[in-house]
């Protein structure tokens, strides 16, 4: 009989390297602690013990039953349940870059997770070499799930070794916090930097980002249809501030959620608003700018909320979108669907095209489904809905100096800033229940979007609670 015996944290998962894939697998003696094992066709779920049976799971509780052990193979050759609780780690199945656990005594079988129980099988499918394929995580224990600020919108980057948060409070004032990491930013104390001087009402998701040195905060400010974009700027994050200049866009439409980025040497502006004076659908938009308040040109529509998955709510919206450069210099624009004000919300993607035009919306590739949502029905194939909180979206890349030349590299998971909802709560004020968190997101390769006949086949993202 085939057994799998994986021990607990404080115990050990006993595994023996085999020699011939040491050098290239990993160096097994850079882990010195307890380490986390990561599924690879299912990142954010990892290996834990629960009533004595070993599966996988996500945002495991108590932390420690996801922790391991690494000690030698116990197979000595004298007792069966050695054997059977002995593996060699070889080169993932999937993917060269992970690992695998091959089975001492039944050379065919290796470790794998099926309906999310581990058992050990012959690997005969791609399925099966994905299933059987693993990742070493956090030597350290991560962080708990944050509880949050209680606040929507969160914009958050990373100066130096600090960390800066930028909110709108009561509606008509803007404020920092500051703090050495992004989950410290939640609880650390909001500083008000600017106190309307000109009265402008429902200041909403000021953004936080640098343009040549200089520290740039964008936000939407005015009531129904005039709300419009404005900015305040400053030669350091301790001010003092400009007085506030509107942005100048095209067609002076009703527009939030305005962000800048420089691509390619030139820099633009990305927005969410209305075709006209109307609402009914928020899209997303495109423009050149000469200067950080000064557009030049055309704006240009680049994602409309026309796919079945993001028209759930009435009125159907596109909205705070992000922009972030892919390990190979692609550009994507990550953006909120449905309303948010209700678990529909959540992000999906915008891919441009590989020496495509950012004002052309044929050369933009959207994610077939939301990439990060409570609502499992509307997950793009292959991505899992979220497992504590809903309504998630409006999101921030933790970028440095908030500046998309800083993007992350392929491989490890980086800082992202949402608001939510916990699951269980249903409260009268959905709005008003949104509180910030802090999760990560990582890079996630070879992912192909389509668009009825045409694909596109690139980078994606996958992001964690």
């Known amino acids: 009989m085939k057994r799998i015996l994986i021990w607990c944290f404080g115990l050990f998962l006993p595994l023996m390297s085999g020699r011939s894939e040491a050098a290239s697998v990993m160096r097994l003696s850079n882990i010195t602690g307890p380490v986390r094992i990561e599924s690879w066709n299912y ?43 002995t593996f060699r780690i070889v080169n993932g199945l999937k993917d060269a ?10 050379p065919s079988s290796y470790i794998r997770h099926a309906n999310s129980l581990l058992r050990i099988d012959p690997i005969n499918s791609d399925l099966d070499r994905q299933d059987a394929s693993f990742r070493f995580r956090d030597q ?10 209680a606040n929507a919108d969160p914009s958050i980057i990373r100066v130096g070794s600090t960390y800066y948060s930028v909110e709108s409070q009561y509606g008509f004032e803007l404020c920092m916090r500051q703090a050495s990491s992004a989950a410290g930013i939640l609880t650390a104390a909001p500083q008000a930097i600017f106190k309307n001087p000109v009265n402008f009402t429902d200041l909403w998701a000021p953004e936080l980002l640098t343009i040549g ?21 400053a030669a350091s994050l301790s001010g003092p501030w400009s007085d506030p200049a509107a942005v100048n866009l095209p067609d002076d439409c009703w527009a939030i959620d305005g ?46 909320p026309r796919e079945w998955w993001e028209m759930l709510d009435y009125p159907h919206i596109n909205e705070g979108p992000e922009a972030i450069l892919d390990p190979s210099g692609q550009l994507h624009i990550v953006y909120s669907a449905n309303g948010s004000w209700g678990a529909n919300y959540g992000l999906a993607d915008l891919r441009l095209r590989a020496g495509g035009d950012p004002t052309y919306v044929w050369d933009w590739y959207k994610s077939n489904g939301s990439l990060f949502c409570y609502n499992g029905g509307i997950m793009m194939s292959g991505w899992s809905p979220t497992q504590s909180y809903k309504g998630v979206g409006h999101h921030s890349f933790v970028l440095l100096n908030g500046d998309i030349s800083t993007s992350p590299p392929a ?39 389509t668009r ?3 694909y596109n086949t690139g980078w994606s993202l996958k992001f964690f609670e």
């Open 213 to 233: 040195g200089r520290y740039y905060l964008y936000y939407a400010a005015n009531n129904g249809a005039d709300h419009r974009m404005f900015m305040i700027s």
């Open 140 to 149: 350290a224990p991560l962080a708990p799930l944050s509880t949050g600020a």
């Open 259 to 304: 962000t800048a980025f420089n691509f390619n040497g030139q820099l633009w502006f990305v927005w969410s608003g209305w075709a006209g004076s109307v609402n009914g659908e928020q899209n997303l938009y495109i423009c050149r700018m000469s200067s950080p308040s000064q557009s030049t040109g055309a704006r240009f529509i680049i994602s409309q």
């Open 452 to 454: 009825g006949s045409e």
């Open 43 to 85: 990142p954010g779920k990892f290996v834990r013990h629960s009533n004595f049976l070993a599966r996988i799971d996500a945002n495991v509780n108590p932390f420690d039953d996801s922790q391991w052990r690494l000690s030698p193979g116990l197979a000595d050759g004298s007792a069966l349940f050695h054997a059977d609780a």
């Open 411 to 449: 491989g490890p998971t980086f800082p992202l800033a949402y608001h939510g909802v916990p699951k269980g709560d249903n409260p009268s004020d959905f709005w008003g229940a949104r509180t910030w968190k802090v999760g990560s997101f990582c890079w996630w390769g070879n992912v192909t979007y």
């Open 97 to 106: 870059t992970a690992i695998s656990f091959q089975s001492y005594n039944f």
